[in-house]
């Protein structure tokens, strides 16, 4: 069986509304643009232009063109500061949603403004209240998947923000000569592939849930034939699981979406193999999802930090009601509470037999529903900075005694979202490669990817970049001050007055006239 590949889905949106009372994206878009005017937004550019080795030193650069990476340079192009993103993915395309996302809705409440960077008119609602109506606002539940890539395809179009697709970053080298290096290849369809460099006062790594490693699979997935399993962040079709019996490793969010579609496209029989006894019942997350922690996690003392971070990872989150009912609604999908798997043994017929902790099962294929984890073997792009960025682990001790390898290889991020360096001085110039992704978490917050805070954190982190490139050009702005000579007034605005004389007291308390002075 050939190693299953999806296609990318179509940009039209998965369900579609009759347009009642909308006044149409053209009048959004109108007053998207007369809010930003209103708002003096965006800022005029005023950071210095560089150039270095011969060529032009960007602002920033924003490696990854999903929701993170459109809001952090929607952020900095209103602060004035000049931002490029470089994507590997086609155009449209960047992100999860149209591709790996298997999902038929979001779970964030329909009413989250997302990236909208505090702009009613770039808001989801407003986009799609513009084209349906209020009618069909008030009937939608969740918002389908596709239509939220819509959305964000439309954001990317009407900011007008500066991305390049189909650009694979190789690596990053920080340098010590104030700029960071990006080495990339062009890989447009229909040219021949083109490695260049580009050059950034700061580079920031908007690589999404994946963050700095990838796919975690456990120890006996070795055991399973390659062309026998995904997982489920890869880009797989369902139709080449028609007829198979499918095993899916995995309770979560993703586990329901996998288990569906592959339900979907025919597969003969899917079996959910589940370690706990029980499914989580309550995402403990919404518990902490206020301003307070949007705006303040980061500050927090360490021990606060993995004190929540820990404890939503013991409680895990559970997958949402409607993803499970759409797995249940089948009769060939079938759930195995505790059945933790202890190993695979391919047969002589081509199927599997997975050992798990209610005995032996039979499956013709496996898709792994298991996370993520920071794994910098995963990442070549990345090999010059993992030796020398710090994590969690390098300085910090789990005070309930349990290691959590997820949080202890976290990086020990510096307030703007900074790599840190694990030994001072062995990488000059890591402290301008930021990291703006799940990895972040631990340090910043849920700030750098999820929907609620996506829009707090991505303006946070371009306060920091601006307040960090004014510092490293202080003397040129002073020097720009002192230079500044646009007159407000031209010395026509008054008339110079003759000074009047001054009667003062004598002795006698008589008044005395005093001459005024010429």
């Known amino acids: 069986m050939n190693l299953p590949s999806q296609k990318p889905s179509s940009p039209a949106s998965a369900v579609s509304f009759p347009a009642n009372d909308a006044p149409g994206l053209p009048a959004l878009e109108a007053r998207l643009r007369q809010d930003l005017q209103w708002l003096c937004l965006p800022a005029k550019p005023w950071v210095p232009v560089q150039t270095v080795d011969g060529q032009q030193v960007l602002d920033v650069a924003i490696v990854g063109g999903g929701m993170g990476g459109l809001a952090l340079a929607a952020s900095l192009r209103n602060l004035g500061i000049r931002a490029r993103i470089f994507d590997k993915a086609p155009e449209g395309y960047e992100g999860p949603w149209a591709t790996t996302a298997r999902m038929e809705t979001l779970r964030s409440p329909k009413e989250l403004t997302g990236p909208a960077l505090g702009l009613p008119a770039l808001t989801f609602r407003a986009w799609f209240e513009a084209q349906f109506g209020l009618q069909q606002w008030e009937a939608l539940d969740k918002i389908p998947r596709l239509q939220w890539a819509d959305y964000l395809r439309w954001y990317r179009k009407v900011l007008g923000l500066d991305v390049h697709n189909h650009q694979r970053l190789l690596d ?34 908007a690589t999404g849930r994946d963050g700095l490693g990838g796919p975690w699979l456990p120890d006996w997935a070795a055991q399973v034939p390659r062309h026998q399993w995904v997982h489920s962040s890869h880009e797989w079709d369902g139709e080449t699981l028609r007829g198979l019996r ?204 999820d929907i609620p805070q996506i829009s707090d954190g991505a303006q946070r982190l371009a306060r920091g970049l601006a307040a960090g490139l004014l510092a490293q050009d202080v003397q040129t702005h002073y020097d720009a001050m002192v230079a500044y000579a646009e007159p407000e007034l031209d010395g026509t605005e008054w008339t110079p007055a003759v000074f009047p004389a001054y009667e003062g007291e004598s002795e006698a308390g008589a008044p005395t006239a005093v001459a005024a002075q010429p």
């Open 172 to 205: 990053v080298q920080p340098r010590g000569d104030g700029v960071v290096q990006l080495e990339l290849v062009d890989e447009t369809p229909g040219s021949t592939p083109r490695h260049y460099s580009v050059l950034a006062r700061h580079a920031v790594l």
């Open 246 to 449: 499918v095993a899916v490793i995995g309770g979560g969010a993703s586990a329901m979406d996998a288990a569906a579609t592959a339900l979907e496209h025919g597969a003969a029989r899917v079996d959910l193999l589940i370690r706990r006894n029980e499914l989580p019942r309550v995402n403990k997350g919404k518990g902490a999802g206020n301003p307070g922690m949007s705006q303040g996690f980061w500050a927090l003392p360490d021990e606060w930090k993995w004190q929540f971070r820990r404890y939503i990872n013991v409680s895990q989150v559970p997958p949402p009601h409607g993803s499970t009912l759409r797995v249940s609604r089948h009769a060939n999908a079938h759930f195995h509470l505790g059945a933790p798997v202890h190993g695979v043994q391919p047969r002589g017929d081509g199927s599997l037999r997975i050992d798990t902790g209610k005995g032996p099962l039979a499956a013709d294929f496996v898709i792994f529903c298991t996370g993520f984890r920071t794994d910098w073997g995963q990442r070549p792009e990345f090999a010059r900075l993992a030796p020398h960025v710090r994590v969690w682990g390098d300085r910090f001790n789990a005070p309930d005694g349990v290691p959590d390898a997820e949080l202890l290889g976290s990086p020990d991020l510096g307030s703007v979202f900074e790599f840190q360096p694990r030994i001072p001085g062995s990488l000059p110039g890591l402290e301008r490669v930021h990291c703006f992704n799940y990895a972040a978490a631990l340090s910043q917050g849920a700030g750098a990817g």
